[in-house]
């Protein structure tokens, strides 16, 4: 007898400890997202999800219960009466509970109705559920839940190579709390790794070896007012001789990995240009027009690579907390600067306040290159360290990190 038990749970063991692990493609420039691909229904059709821990839905682009247009590389998902989610099922409860949205199966009880908004997009669409093959050690096959976006509005408008979004923001239903709900990890925990080069790689749960041992710089998460990562408030200065005070007041931040640059507030905005431009005078940089962002210079020569004008920039340093009690993000020049298509360096980090964002501040997938970034739902913390994230290794190996 015991020595079935023990055969069974020799079996079950890799299924408990498995993770979830998936390549990411894409750049910061000039592609502007990065992507994994995700292989849904039956047969299995692959789909590219743009990664974004600020979206608490994972949506594909369909086209039901109306025709959509087409924007994205491969072929719509086209669902059966059998993929639909009914109003009462626990699933659009979650849903609408994560997009904070009054749960109400009056008009249509047969289906659960959302609409997800981004800074400057929005899906409208129904849930569904289906099989999702993922890349583990052993063949999972799940059913999960997700959106089937029929009219996107905003970034949507043009065609674009990816289908829809992942969305990992750390809600009730969002992909990785479905992941844990049916056993596939133990632990609700996700993170990323973002490179320079582009790529990288993306992990779900708590065991994953991509994960170092040690050296991680973590966080508590601030009190959650929705379903965004946040670690509260921070000070953006720039690290020079004497630390020049980016920020006048701390400022509400979010880590978004579905955002390419980085968005600070107006004043803070205005600032940064300000003490960039005085680190600057001495070099051969200066200010041109570029189409690629709004504030760029340009050297004698066409610049080729973020290697040859990073030395003339200063690092940036994000810290959290106060006193004894602080913790420091430094962002180093290659994570908020980029060079453009025409030769010149620009700013990665833009003006919020033009984008609606009012007071609060988007931390970018450009700021965390080169970091594995873990979001830790289980202890409601984030952490960091600084790691080369190129291609999708055993273990990352460290560049090092600040505690």
């Not at 509005?153 to 009730?172: H, R």
């Not at 239903?173 to 992941?179: C, K």
């Not at 320079?196 to 708590?206: A, C, D, K, M, T």
Request: hydrophobic share 35%; with cysteine; proline share 6%.
């Amino acid at each position: 007898m015991w020595a079935l038990v023990i055969a069974h749970l020799l079996v079950l063991l890799p299924l408990l400890q498995a993770s979830v692990e998936f390549e990411l493609h894409g750049n910061v420039y000039p592609d502007g997202y990065f992507y994994v691909v995700m292989n849904v229904g039956e047969p299995a059709k692959p789909y590219f999800l743009d990664v974004d821990t600020g979206s608490p839905v994972t949506w594909l682009e369909c086209d039901f219960p109306c025709q959509s247009p087409k924007h994205g590389p491969n072929d719509m998902y086209k669902p059966g009466p059998s993929n639909m989610v009914s109003c009462e099922d626990d699933r659009c409860v979650a849903v609408h509970k994560d997009l904070r949205v009054v749960h109400d199966c009056s008009k249509n009880p047969d289906r659960c109705d959302y609409k997800v908004r981004y800074v400057e997009e929005s899906s409208t669409g129904v849930l569904l559920a289906d099989k999702f093959s993922l890349p583990t050690s052993i063949e999972n096959r799940p059913n999960l839940a997700f959106g089937c976006g029929y009219n996107q509005k905003g970034g949507q408008d043009q065609a674009i190579p990816l289908d829809g979004v992942l969305g990992i923001s750390g809600g009730t239903g969002d992909f990785t709390s479905q992941l844990k709900q049916q056993g596939i990890i133990t632990e609700n925990v996700v993170g990323h790794c973002i490179s320079i080069y582009g790529g990288g790689f993306l992990f779900f749960g708590g065991d994953s070896n991509m994960v170092p041992t040690s050296g991680i710089t973590w966080l508590p998460m601030a009190q959650r007012t929705g379903t965004y990562y946040t670690p509260g408030e921070a000070t953006l200065n720039l690290n020079v001789q004497q630390e020049y005070p980016v920020s006048m007041k701390p400022m509400r931040t979010i880590f978004d990995s579905g955002t390419t640059y980085t968005y600070v507030h107006m004043t803070t905005y205005a600032r940064l240009i300000n003490a960039v431009g005085i680190t600057l005078q001495s070099s051969s940089l200066k200010r041109v027009y570029d189409t690629a962002l709004p504030v760029c210079w340009k050297d004698i020569e066409p610049i080729r690579s973020i290697d040859d004008v990073k030395n003339k920039f200063q690092p940036l340093d994000l810290t959290f907390g106060h006193g004894d009690n602080q913790v420091t993000l430094e962002i180093p020049p290659e994570n908020y600067i980029i060079v453009s298509e025409s030769g010149n360096v620009c700013l990665g980090i833009l003006n919020g306040s033009q984008k609606g964002l009012q007071e609060l501040n988007l931390i970018g997938g450009i700021a965390m290159q080169n970091h594995i970034v873990i979001y830790d739902n289980e202890r409601e913390h984030i952490g960091w360290v600084r790691s080369s994230c190129d291609g999708m290794p055993g273990h990352a190996p460290l560049i090092g990190s600040r505690l």
